[in-house]
């Protein structure tokens, strides 16, 4: 690809950890500044501080920050060892959640364990997990995987369960982006077409009959084709959405001059945070955020193709995963603010205020860089070990063998 090409032309500049730095940093600050933009109006009304939700941003974000060091200091293989372990983690959390009085409920969906003032959604805890736990699964069984159908239905059965227990709370967006991130990894592991086409017409037929079963997932399919049929139920958040974004045009009315964020658009500094940004800043600045989002997820694609060719496969799996985790969660949100998709309750990754999605986001790039950094470990042994062997063999050229003892040993004549 040109825009691979072109950062791989670059790095003797930046490496792709740096990049990835440099790429998240600038989400994180955008982010810090939409969400105290968009809160400080609903802040000062509903907690008396307009500096309320970017204040708990910014103790979340400085936790991820350091939640994401800790992480990167432990190799890739300590997870790998722990894949089956954390795949328990992730069921008990679910199961846990849908508890009577552990689980906390928000808009009718019971997703969070509340602990002090900290609420936790487990989800953004499952979906690392369980790419971990297919990471695993496809070490230790990839030709299985890309010689036989079974091989390839084994991690979607297991998961199976998780999505029924993640559509109890109920998070349907949960279970469109794990599964199609699993989807992902197992098609670039190498799974037959003929499989995975079989089981991507499946897994479609079965979410179009979850979505057809709920009455109220169909009411956002029919706000999401018509918004402006019911404008004020199933089609306002849409509709609101829509008119932040008419109202931005190319260069947008300005930082804080947001009309539709004063009570207008619901969750406008978490869910449709982006709608904001379109309406402040304009199409150019939401084509700077969407260009930074293609970037990053490049520059992984990039570590997890490295750590495939050195033989890491765990890292590759995994890096593949998460990659498309973090593409397909902002393209989500992207689609739903601007009415290309039926509106799903998906975080901004590094930009939305919430304290799980951020800290599991600083996660997941701490495993990204932690990949990369065991590549340039390996490349550094492999060009060290070259260095030793061709060293080895200079120094052996114009020196007799060492002679053999023994009896046996027959002597040479001397030419």
């Known amino acids: 690809m040109i825009l691979s090409d072109s950062l791989a032309t670059q790095s003797n500049i930046l490496s792709p950890r740096q990049w990835l730095m440099l ?10 500044v939409l969400v105290a933009s968009a809160s400080m109006d609903m802040a ?4 008396g501080s307009p500096f309320f939700f970017v204040q708990r941003h910014g103790v979340y974000l400085a936790a991820g920050i350091v939640v994401g060091c800790l992480v990167y200091q432990i190799p890739l293989a300590v997870w790998e060892r722990s894949s089956g372990a954390l795949l328990i983690v992730a069921y008990l959390l679910l199961a846990l959640v849908l508890l009577p009085g552990i689980g906390r409920t928000v808009n009718g969906s019971t997703r969070w364990i509340q602990m002090g003032p900290v609420n936790i959604q487990v989800s953004e805890i499952v979906k690392v997990c369980a ?7 496809l070490v230790r069984r990839v030709e299985e995987v890309r010689s036989t159908l079974w091989g390839f239905l084994k991690p979607v059965m297991v998961l199976s369960v998780m999505v029924l227990l993640l559509l109890k709370q109920p998070d349907f967006g949960a279970v469109v982006v794990i599964m199609t991130s699993v989807f992902a990894m197992l098609f670039l592991a190498g799974v037959k077409v003929s499989h995975f086409s079989l089981v991507v017409f499946g897994s479609v037929g079965a979410a179009y009959a979850l979505v057809a079963s709920s009455e109220y997932r169909m009411k956002r399919v ?13 089609g306002y958040q849409l509709v609101q959405s829509l008119i932040a974004f008419g109202r931005g045009e190319w260069t947008g009315v300005g930082l804080g001059n ?27 600045g939401n084509l700077l955020v969407i260009g930074l989002f293609l970037v990053l997820v490049v520059v992984a694609l990039r570590i997890g193709r490295e750590a495939e060719k050195l033989g890491k496969l765990f890292n590759a799996y995994l890096v593949y995963g998460l990659a498309t985790l973090i593409g397909l969660q902002a393209m989500v949100n992207v689609g739903v603010a ?6 799903k309750g998906l975080t901004l990754p590094f930009i939305s205020y919430g304290g799980s999605s951020l800290i599991v986001m600083c996660v997941v790039l701490a495993l990204i860089m932690r990949s990369d950094r065991e590549n340039q470990m390996g490349d550094s042994e492999s060009t060290r070990s070259g260095k030793d062997d061709t060293r080895s063999s200079k120094n052996s050229v114009g020196k007799r063998p060492a002679k053999r003892s023994g009896s046996n040993v027959k002597k040479e004549p001397v030419l």
Do not use: R
């Open 23 to 32: 790429l998240a940093s600038m989400l994180m600050c955008i982010g810090l």
């Open 44 to 47: 000062s009304l509903n907690y």
């Open 131 to 137: 790419l971990m736990y297919v990471s695993g699964y």
């Open 222 to 234: 029919i706000g999401y084709i018509d918004p402006w049929a019911d404008q004020y139920s199933s």
């Open 258 to 284: 947001s009309i539709q964020k004063l009570f207008y658009l619901p969750e406008a500094h978490t869910d449709f945070v982006f709608a904001v940004m379109a309406e402040e800043f304009g199409l150019l």
């Open 338 to 343: 601007s009415g290309l998709l039926p509106t």
